[in-house]
Nanobody, 115 residues
Framework: QVQLVESGGGLVQAGGSLRLSCAAS????????MGWYRQAPGKQRELVAL???????NYADSVKGRFTISRDNAKNTVYLQMNSLKPEDTAVYYC?????????WGQGTQVTVSS
């Protein structure tokens, strides 16, 4: 199994940037998929970015060109660089990992973008 701990959320003005981090309790080089979801108040959780092991990254249409997901295997950490933030990006952001057919979630980190 794996424990995931997110950090880096906060309050930022529209147009600003934040970088979220997701630290894993084990080597991430063997984890099939890692990525980020988000959930805004009153809305369903939605996929933001996916980084499959050995594959191409995928992004929600709403964040393409603004968000970038990356892995640092040496630090067992996945990042989500968020630029040109918009008020509609406000949500709790969750890191996830697919390992041996089980999905693991972090506790979430709040991102609030003010207009």
């Amino acid at each position: 199994q794996v424990q995931l701990v997110e950090s880096g959320g906060g309050l930022v003005q529209a147009g600003g940037s934040l970088r979220l981090s997701c630290a894993a309790s084990r080597s991430i080089s063997s984890i099939d998929n890692m990525g980020w979801y988000r959930q805004a108040p009153g809305k369903q959780r939605e996929l933001v970015a996916l980084d499959p092991r050995g594959g191409s990254t995928n992004y929600a249409d709403s964040v393409k060109g603004r968000f970038t997901i990356s892995r640092d295997n040496a630090k067992n950490t996945v990042y989500l660089q968020m630029n040109s933030l918009k008020p509609e990006d406000t949500a709790v952001y969750y890191c996830y990992a697919d390992l041996w057919s089980t999905t693991y979630w972090g506790q979430g980190t709040q991102v609030t973008v003010s207009s």
